[in-house]
Structures are given as structure tokens and as C-alpha cells.
């Protein structure tokens, strides 16, 4: 008997546009499939809350049902000794349905009107409970009497005792066996991440078995499957079904290196991309095996996108440096290839400036060889050469975003700042504008470089610029390795004209942790030596983390550019019922009006239109109705001078 009533009558046919076959069903697996958890984990953690065998119970139920879903154990040996373990009541399903109607999985939530439009092809099967299932689907237009599941049995005080026995569905090969007498009289797809879904297609009950793998990944039963689903919109892509995703982004890949911050990561997972991290950074060989089939690139400083790589990256569409510069991203070749690059270029100011002010006090008064004197035993008390730095003189080179705000705080601090930059920058507080580089480096008791890292600047701070300063100043570089002339500084240090200099950032820079620092700078006295790390405080690293996926995301799920290094910046309305077509072009003239003859040709009304151009490129972006001839986008990619061609719905 089955613990709810199947239709009587077939199930009628389901709204959709042009799906696989006259008739198909639509069988979904609730638990790590329809939810991103396991139920009776979730109960357990409600029912075990706040006893001491909480955390070992819990780990005795998670390791059961993983052995359940592999088909190490039988399904009905698997439910009983969860059931057993898990000391629950009829009062905890409340808070348990609120739990999981959080933990909806993504690309389920995203794709509510499959659900609703389809409500007569889909059933939920499932060995989990109707007592939380029922809530949580139909909430998202699942039919009551599509779901199919276990009911649990209760003593006369509430308590869980254990599941209705009679329920086909708590016995072995139960999806089987309920499958059987539904008797479904068409094609039946199973979306599912246990092995008790797979079993249906085993037995010859369904023609197709999706393993579901968003939420888990099981081999032994992904290695049984028709097809992966990494997602519903895979799923929905694959049988052209109406869904939320033009292309699903499991199929888009995203790639991360250098060690980029877990909540970017996890940005791009809960969107549904299919996402690869990797610890350290990539040489050019390595990135160019590794790009191959990459869409979306992120990287830190160490990174070099060169145009060499660039001709291996056929799928890029975007770039995120991690960081503030961009130096090591051949931009115009990324421009030329419409490749839009996208940095963070405040989140780690801050960082970078505390770090400057605390080495500048240090490097004054001479306190790292007091300390590692200090680590060998020698107490030596003493003022010589150990000075405040109120009233001291800073000369920062390039009074950007982070000179500038090293200007303020060092202020606040009683120092006089003086500042020299290319671009005539408006002074702040009391600070002082120099007119040239040489005036500044005339005139600062400390010196700190905040210049970008264009190719220019190499070894803008050399011999004949070390010679220009006074004696006995001090030298901080936290901006990029080349602008200073190593052995040029090495000499200033020897000859007692640097007593003091803190470095963070070098021209040859480890790759990672693993490899050892080479440099002159070794063992040089009164030398702070930082591994880059001006940037790396936690605050800026998850700032930067979830700063730069936006960019990213906007740019691909709305095609704006707002803030791009390299693209004419755009912000765009969000995209409500119509197509989005974006087309990057080389800046000719005469593009727009070739695409809007295509459009009048084919009697196509427009939503909205906007193009911007910088010197390299056009980026038109035309919203149109969605009723249009696909003849439309092939003319449109065929225009002359076209670089890139993407449609959004
Ligand atoms: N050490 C780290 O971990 C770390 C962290 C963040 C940023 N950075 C680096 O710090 C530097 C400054 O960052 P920002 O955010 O202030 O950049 P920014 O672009 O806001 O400012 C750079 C300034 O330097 C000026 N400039 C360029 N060349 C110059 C020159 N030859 N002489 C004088 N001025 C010149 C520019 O006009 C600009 O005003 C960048 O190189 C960045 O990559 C390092
Ligand atoms: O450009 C930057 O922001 C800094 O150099 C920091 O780079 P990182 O992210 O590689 O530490």
C-alpha cells in the first residue's frame, strides 16, 4: 500500500515549449538532490542539540547514510539504524522544515517555474519523509499527491519510533516497486544522487538516469548514470526545457589560482559554475594547458596573462585580478580578444597603508636588530640612531588610492607629507605637492613608493635617484618589484645611505610557498623583508573575495561593465522579459548601424539599446522581445569586425 494516493488518472500532459517526448515524467530524489542535505542529518542535529554524544552520534548517522546512498547497505537496514540513533520527536519537524526550506538546492530555487509549469509530469520518490517533504515542495509547486515517500511511526508521547513499514518505499528496491505501480505510460527521466535512483533505470522503469551531483558526488553511482547533472539547468539544458540559465552555468568553468579567498569560491558555486581552485600561481606553459576550457579566470599578482596564453584561452570571456594591479595582464591583447578584466581597487588599501605606517616606526627605531640582538641574548638600551616620527618628512611616490591615504594617517601621526605624482593630484590635509621626483627624494627623511606597475616605472628608483637622497633616510617599497633597481638599493644600504628599508614586493617573486626566496636583500641590516603580503590581512582578502566575483557575475549574467580596466564601462538595467545580445566589435564605424539593419529586417523590436566604445572596441548591447528568428544571431555574429558575440535571457 502506498502512504498516499497515486492519480487515478494519468497525469496530464505538461505545458512545455518544445520538450523530449509526448509524455515525460520527471522523477526527483528529495534528499542531497531536491536539498542541498541529508534530512535525518539535519533532524539529528535538532533532536542531539545540546547532548554530549551529539557530535559522535551524528557523525555514526552521516557515515550510515552515505553507506545507504553508495549501496553498501541495504536501504532498509540504513533507515532503521539512523531512525534508532537519532532520539527524535514529532516536535522537532517544525524546526527541521525550517531548516531544509533553506536548504532548497540552488538550481531548484532557480528553477521554480519547471516545477510549476511541469507540476503534472514531476514526482518526488524518495525513502525520506513526507512529514518535511511535503512542505518543503509543494512551497515550490510540487502536487501534494506527487510525493511519494516514508512515513514515520510515533509513540503515544510523540517520540519517533521509527517508519510505517507497509510503505513499499523503506524496503529494499522500494523506488522499484513504487515505480512499477505508478505505472507511468511514457518516458520516465530519474534525477537522483543515491544508488536507490539508479536503481529504477536498472530495472528498466525508467529510460534515462541523471546522476544529480550539485550537492554530492558519488562515484559509484555517478559511474552508473546516463547522464551527470550538475545542476538542474543542466538537466533542463539537456532536454531543452524551459529553465533560468540561457546555457547552464555548471557547464561554464571557472578558474582560481593563487589561493583566492573561500567565499569567492563559494560565490560562484551557490550561481551553479563549475569551479577549480588551484594554491599557487601558474607559469605560462602551465596556464596555457590550464585555460584551455576556462571562461572565467581568477588571479592574484603572480599570475601573468600574457598574449601568448591568451592565444589558448578560446572560451575566456572575463578575467578577475584579486588584487589592485593589473600589471601582470596584457590588457590591450585581452581588449583585442573582448576579454573583460575586472580588479578590486580599494579592498586592500587600508592593509597596505597600516603595513607602511607600523614598518616605517619599526625601521626608525632600528627595532628588528634590537630584536633579533634581543633573540640572541644581547640587552643593548640604548637611543642612538632611534628617532619619533612626528615631524618627520614622508615623500611618497605616486599618490593614488594608497599614497593617499597614507598621506592621512601618517598626518594624524604629526608627520609632514610631501607627495610627487605623474598625474597632478589634488593634496590632502596639509600635504605638500612636489614638482618633480627629485625635489621629493631631495627633501623626505622617509621614502615610500605607491606608484602602479606600467612597464615604464621599471627601476624608476635606481643609483642616480639613490644618490639624489640624504643620508641616513629611509625606504619603504610595498608598490611592484621592478620599480626599484635591486643591487642599486643593495649598494644604498651598504654604503649607510638607506639605514633603514622595508621591502614587500620584489622582481622575481616565489610562485609558492614552497619555493625559496632569492635575493640580494638577504641578511641586509635594518631590512624588513615581507613575502608581498601588504595585501593579505583577512579583512582585505574576503573584501577582495566577494568584491571581484561580483564584477564577474554582473558581467556575465547582465553584461555590465562597470568598473572594467580595460572595457568601455557600462551599467545596465537588469534584464526583465526579453533577450539580451551583446556584441563586442573593433571600434570601425559603421557596426551599430549594420546591426540595427538586421534588426529592421527582421521586423525586430527593441526593448533597449547602448553602446560604448574606447579606442580598441565597441560594446553595443541590444535588448530585444523574445520572439525573434534565429537567422538573427547568426547574421549578427557575422558582421564584419565582430570579436565576441553572447546572448542573455
Ligand atoms: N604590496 C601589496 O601587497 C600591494 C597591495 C595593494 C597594492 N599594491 C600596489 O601598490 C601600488 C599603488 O596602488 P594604488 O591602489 O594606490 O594604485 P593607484 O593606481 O590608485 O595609484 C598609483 C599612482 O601612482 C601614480 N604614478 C604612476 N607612475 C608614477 C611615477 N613614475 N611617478 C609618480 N607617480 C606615478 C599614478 O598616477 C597614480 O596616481 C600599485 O602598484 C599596486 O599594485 C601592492
Ligand atoms: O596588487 C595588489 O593588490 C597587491 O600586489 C597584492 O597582490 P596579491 O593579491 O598577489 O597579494
Keep these: 500500500m502506498l502512504t498516499n494516493t497515486p492519480p487515478t488518472t494519468p497525469a496530464e500532459p505538461a505545458r512545455r515549449s518544445d520538450g ?32 554530549p554524544e551529539r557530535d559522535n552520534v551524528l557523525a555514526q548517522i552521516k557515515a550510515i547514510t552515505d553507506r545507504g546512498m553508495a549501496g553498501e547497505i541495504s536501504l532498509a537496514q540504513s533507515l532503521s539504524m ?76 510523540g517520540n519517533i519510533t521509527g517508519c510505517d513499514p507497509e510503505n513499499p518505499l523503506s524496503k529494499d528496491r522500494g523506488k522499484v516497486q513504487l515505480m512499477r505501480d505508478l505505472n507511468l505510460d511514457g518516458d520516465v527521466y530519474v534525477i537522483g544522487d543515491g544508488y536507490t535512483d539508479y536503481e529504477i533505470r536498472e530495472s528498466g522503469l525508467a529510460n534515462k538516469f541523471y546522476a544529480f551531483t550539485e550537492n554530492v558526488m558519488r562515484p559509484s553511482v555517478v559511474e552508473k548514470a546516463d547522464h551527470i547533472a550538475p545542476s538542474l539547468d543542466d538537466f533542463l539544458f539537456d532536454n531543452k526545457l524551459s529553465r533560468s540559465q540561457s546555457y547552464p552555468k555548471s557547464r561554464i568553468k571557472v578558474l582560481l589560482l593563487e589561493n583566492v579567498h573561500p567565499v569567492a569560491v563559494q560565490l560562484f558555486e551557490q550561481e551553479g559554475f563549475n569551479v577549480e581552485i588551484r594554491k599557487g600561481a601558474l607559469d605560462e606553459d602551465e596556464l596555457i594547458e590550464a585555460i584551455r576550457d576556462v571562461s572565467i579566470l581568477g588571479i592574484r599578482s603572480k599570475t601573468n596573462v600574457t598574449r601568448r596564453v591568451l592565444e589558448h584561452a578560446n572560451k575566456l570571456m572575463t578575467v578577475g585580478a584579486f588584487c589592485i594591479g593589473t600589471n601582470q595582464i596584457e590588457l590591450d591583447a585581452c581588449t583585442e580578444r573582448g576579454i573583460a578584466v575586472f580588479n578590486a581597487p580599494y579592498s586592500n588599501t587600508r592593509s597596505v597603508v597600516e603595513l607602511a605606517i607600523g614598518e616605517i616606526i619599526m625601521l626608525i627605531r632600528g627595532i628588528v636588530p634590537k630584536s633579533n640582538a634581543m633573540h640572541l641574548g644581547t640587552w643593548d638600551k640604548s637611543a642612538k640612531n632611534s628617532y619619533e616620527v612626528r615631524g618627520k618628512k614622508l615623500g611618497l611616490v605616486g599618490y593614488g588610492n594608497i599614497g593617499t591615504q597614507l598621506s592621512v594617517v601618517a598626518e594624524a601621526l604629526g608627520m609632514e607629507v610631501y607627495f610627487y605624482d605623474v598625474v597632478d593630484k589634488l593634496a590632502l590635509g596639509n600635504a605638500r605637492k612636489c614638482k618633480s621626483l627629485d625635489e621629493l627624494l631631495a627633501i623626505a627623511d622617509i621614502i615610500s613608493l605607491h606608484t602602479d606597475g606600467r612597464a615604464d616605472n621599471k627601476n624608476l628608483i635606481s643609483y642616480r635617484e639613490f644618490g639624489l637622497m640624504k643620508n641616513g633616510v629611509i625606504f619603504l617599497n610595498l608598490s611592484r618589484g621592478h620599480v626599484v633597481d635591486i643591487p642599486a638599493l643593495v649598494d644604498a644600504v651598504e654604503r649607510g645611505k638607506v639605514i633603514g628599508a622595508g621591502i614587500d614586493v620584489f622582481p622575481h617573486e616565489p610562485k609558492t610557498n614552497n619555493e625559496e626566496f632569492m635575493s640580494a636583500l638577504r641578511r641586509l641590516p635594518n631590512v624588513i623583508l615581507t613575502p608581498h603580503i601588504g595585501g593579505s590581512t583577512e579583512e582585505a582578502q574576503a573584501n577582495i573575495g566577494s568584491f571581484v566575483p561580483g564584477k564577474l557575475l554582473e558581467y556575465m549574467n547582465n553584461g555590465s561593465t562597470y568598473g572594467s580596466v580595460n572595457f568601455p564601462e557600462l551599467q545596465l538595467p537588469l534584464l526583465k522579459g526579453a533577450h539580451r545580445l551583446l556584441h563586442i566589435h573593433a571600434n570601425v564605424p559603421g557596426i551599430l548601424a549594420k546591426m540595427n539593419t538586421i534588426f529592421a529586417n527582421y521586423h525586430i523590436n527593441i526593448q533597449g539599446q547602448y553602446l560604448k566604445t574606447n579606442e580598441h572596441i565597441g560594446y553595443v548591447i541590444t535588448d530585444i522581445s523574445k520572439e525573434y528568428a534565429a537567422e538573427v544571431v547568426h547574421e549578427l555574429r557575422a558582421i564584419d569586425n565582430t570579436i565576441k558575440f553572447r546572448l542573455l535571457y
Design 20 to 51: 523530449p517526448a509526448e509524455q515525460t515524467y520527471y522523477i526527483i530524489d528529495f534528499d542531497s538532490t531536491f536539498t542541498k542535505v541529508e534530512a535525518l542529518d539535519v533532524l539529528g542535529e535538532i533532536s542531539l542539540a545540546g547532548r
Design 82 to 157: 539512523r531512525l534508532e540513533l537519532l532520539s527524535a520527536h514529532r516536535d522537532h519537524l517544525p524546526a527541521l522544515v525550517e531548516v531544509l526550506s533553506d536548504k532548497v538546492s540552488d538550481s531548484f530555487q532557480r528553477n521554480r517555474a519547471f516545477l510549476t509549469e511541469n507540476a503534472n509530469n514531476i514526482y518526488i520518490v524518495s525513502s525520506g519523509f513526507r512529514e518535511f517533504i511535503v512542505p518543503i515542495v509543494t512551497a515550490l509547486g510540487v502536487r501534494e499527491d506527487h510525493v511519494f515517500a516514508n512515513t514515520f511511526t510515533f509513540d503515544d508521547k
